[in-house]
């Protein structure tokens, strides 16, 4: 162990000249990409504007960040066309989002059945031009939950990607 964390310069020297590449190939390299042009994306991903968060007690829950941590809460938020009621927390930098059931076929109550303390839900980035985002990410067969954007908490258009398509994390993308 003692001779990995070792960094003399004859160390440091051996490391460095095997990430070498002779001049002459990344000229080459670099030529016959300069020919090729390829197109900008036409949307953005922005900033991260939410975590979500399933809580299986959403009074418990606005307690806590309210009066443990101090943290500025909004007032409870239902959005029956998605099957939730929301409380957003304000984290300076970006926001929480408690989610709790709103009916018994919401999505959350299910992850809720699977996951009785609760957990992370999603993450949700904000882009510039969602509808763009939409389109090149169905030709390159990145599924969504939707065929098209809803209305969301912050009444912009978004729309949920799948999980597998995601590493395992199911993502909102959230018009800026």
């Known amino acids: 162990v003692s001779k990995v964390l070792e960094c003399s310069p004859t160390n440091w020297n051996r490391f460095f000249s095997r990430l070498q590449t ?3 190939k990344v000229r080459t390299f670099s030529t016959s990409q300069s020919s090729l042009q390829v197109a900008g994306p036409v949307w953005n991903l922005g900033r991260l504007n939410h975590i979500a968060v399933a809580v299986p007690d959403l009074e418990k829950a606005k307690a806590f960040y309210k009066n443990i941590l101090g943290a500025q809460i909004s007032e409870v938020v239902p959005l029956p066309e998605h099957g939730v009621s929301v409380v957003f927390v304000n984290l300076g930098n970006t926001k929480m989002e408690l989610l ?9 109550a ?11 839900h999603h993450i949700c ?12 990410l ?5 599924r969504s939950l939707s065929e098209e954007t809803k209305i969301g908490a912050h009444g912009k258009p978004v729309i ?4 597998k398509d995601c590493g395992g994390i199911l993502v909102e993308l959230e018009q800026a």
């Open 160 to 163: 949920f990607l799948h999980p």
């Open 22 to 24: 002779p001049v002459s």
């Open 125 to 136: 980035i904000e882009v510039d031009d969602i509808n763009a985002a939409v389109m090149d």
């Open 100 to 108: 709790h059931p709103l009916g018994n076929d919401s999505p959350i």
């Open 138 to 142: 169905k030709e390159k067969n990145i």
């Open 110 to 120: 299910g992850f809720l059945q699977k996951n009785k303390a609760g957990g992370m």
